[in-house]
């Protein structure tokens, strides 16, 4: 199935006086110009173009019938040409992971039989794992999220009148799991990484490590930020330097992001600037870069961390020196109350409040 045109394909007149369009080179009859018949054919074709059925919309049954129901595998291969491509890595990483579960178990089940059923199979070898991949069993926050992406991409395949509605609204009834439901491990609460554990680690890291490292300290930046970054994107200002990135979490939202770099960050990147603007500053895999902070953790004798930790760090310093205003910009938060979750201060508080009270 080809991945859908933006063009709309425009109903035409011959000099025979029979109706006909025009679709990515293909000539589609539609009979006799103006009568009932050929609206309704065109009507046809321009669902069927819709949906992404190219091969279809040039058979004149085919298009004069109901489309067959996908399969799911079906419905996968088009979200995932179609619709990945608007989300962020991060993003497509998650879809592509809850997809090699659903892909094995249910991949050529008719598109409209996926019920409430199939949907808990799913979730339950979310939750046990996979020997035969290797695949460990997921946190039970991480199943919910997992689970909820399956069902997103249903509610695409309704969108496009690939998936009757009622199969959605079948899955809505599947609730999340709850804390202690099933055998679902939950994490423990990722707290911000100590300055002095960070400052332990990096006589164990290679240069280029710890110094990835101090930047996400200085910035409260994600890996992947810091690791995106190019010369090119750098704004060397007298006041600071910027970086507007342009693939990130909220891209797809319209949203901007901003990295601001102090002059102890400025003094970091110019060790590891390049000639070529287009290069990455960071020649470095996201996934080797925290093996070996992890590995760093265990040499130092610290409890281990993960370098997004370093973002609850800052995150907590500026909201609780700076306020959540601040926080939120340097963040690049979308909701205020995301920022507010990382500040200490209420805590803080609610020590000092019970400490009075003796």
Known sequence: MGRRSNTIPKLCTDKNGRAFTKVRG???????????????????????????????????????????????????????????????????????????????????????????????????????????????????????????????????????????????TRLDSVRSLAIGETTAHDNPARKAASAADVEAVMPHLKPVYADVLRLLALTGARRGEILSLTGGMLQRRSDCWLAELNEHKTARKGKRRFLVFNVAAQAILLRHLRVDPEAKIFDVHPDTFSTAVRLACVAAGVTPFVPHQLRHAAAAKLVDELGVEVAQAVLGHSDAMMTQHYSQSAERKAIAGVARLG
């Open 26 to 168: 293909r000539f589609i009859s539609l009979g006799r110009a103006g009568t009932p018949e050929s609206h309704q054919r065109y009507s046809e074709v321009l669902t069927a173009h819709a949906r992404g059925q190219l091969d279809d919309i040039a058979k004149p049954k085919a298009a004069a019938t109901a489309p067959k129901c996908l399969t799911v595998n079906e419905l996968i291969m088009q979200f995932v040409t179609r619709e990945i491509p608007r989300f962020s890595a991060g993003e497509a990483y998650a879809f592509r992971a809850a997809i090699k579960v659903l892909r094995p178990m249910f991949g050529e089940t008719p598109v409209n039989d996926f019920g409430p059923l199939r949907y808990r199979l799913v979730r339950d070898q979310m939750v046990s794992g996979d020997p035969a991949t290797g695949r460990k069993p997921w946190a039970r926050p991480t199943v919910n999220r997992q689970i909820k992406r399956i069902r997103q991409i249903f509610r695409w395949g309704v969108s496009w009148e690939l998936v009757q509605p009622d199969v959605v």
